[in-house]
């Protein structure tokens, strides 16, 4: 249970609950981006969701109910490795474009992982292994939670998060051109969990390439880094 937030008003404001159970994580704060980090019992600690220096952001959203066509079929593109090399700025986001676009992407088996992904212009993909990937232009915002967007409401699950989609289009509908950090953690906020609970809400300012965020709901200890540029060398 997550939910990706990217909203294009005055600036890019990009938003993101991990809502997990049963996982160990932390947040890496580095010069070259904020990590949210899974700790996988083969591989270690795997930076999977956050924020780069280059403008970069990367979610991934559980997709309920899950689809078999997302299991490992023959040669295809991990939608793990994709969103670590974007992470971690091996590619871009208009090359894992390219790639989702040509080749099969896949999840792991028994689970449904999507891709949110956001770049510094404020342009979004969403990849849904074995269903495709919507590309949008600098869109005034975007929500993805766990349903897939090629199905909409079409097939129902108690995680699918379609009420905290709702609630988060609600807001933002509504929400004035000086939308900022402060109004993205609101949404954040109204739309975090606690049966499956919210463990980490992070907010990025891509024009000022500040990360914010908070752990387990505590909304009055905000941690703050900006990271490392070429006109910020911090």
Not at 1 to 26: E, H, P, Q, Y
Not at 58 to 64: A, F, L, Q, R, S
Not at 179 to 190: G, N, P, S, T
């Amino acid at each position: 249970m997550c939910t990706s937030i990217v909203v294009n008003k005055k600036k890019a404001i990009i938003g993101w609950n991990l809502d997990i159970l049963d996982f160990a994580w932390r947040v890496r704060p580095a010069s070259d981006g904020v990590f949210i980090e899974i700790d996988d019992p083969k591989e270690g600690w795997l930076p999977l969701f956050g924020a780069n220096s280059r403008g970069d952001f990367v979610g991934m959203p559980t997709c309920w109910p899950f689809d078999e066509r997302s299991n490992p079929a023959g040669d295809g593109e991990n939608i793990i490795m994709l969103n670590i090399d974007l992470l971690i700025q091996r590619k871009t986001l208009q090359e894992i474009r390219a790639i989702a676009d040509k080749r099969p992407v896949f999840s792991v088996p028994g689970v449904t992982f999507m891709s949110a992904l956001s770049d510094a212009d404020g342009n979004v993909l969403h990849i849904v292994p074995g269903q495709g990937c919507l590309y949008y232009k600098k869109p005034e915002y975007k929500i993805l939670t766990n349903f897939s967007p090629f199905k909409q409401d079409s097939e129902k699950h108690p995680w699918m998060g379609w009420d905290r989609y709702q609630k988060a289009e609600e807001m933002l509908q509504n929400a004035l051109d000086a939308f900022d950090v402060e109004d993205c953690f609101a949404i954040l906020r109204a739309v975090s969990q606690e049966v499956c609970p919210t463990v980490v809400s992070m907010v990025y300012d891509v024009q000022k390439r500040t990360v914010y965020w908070c752990e387990n709901r505590c909304w009055d200890a905000i941690k703050t880094t900006k990271l490392k540029t070429a006109d910020n060398p911090v």
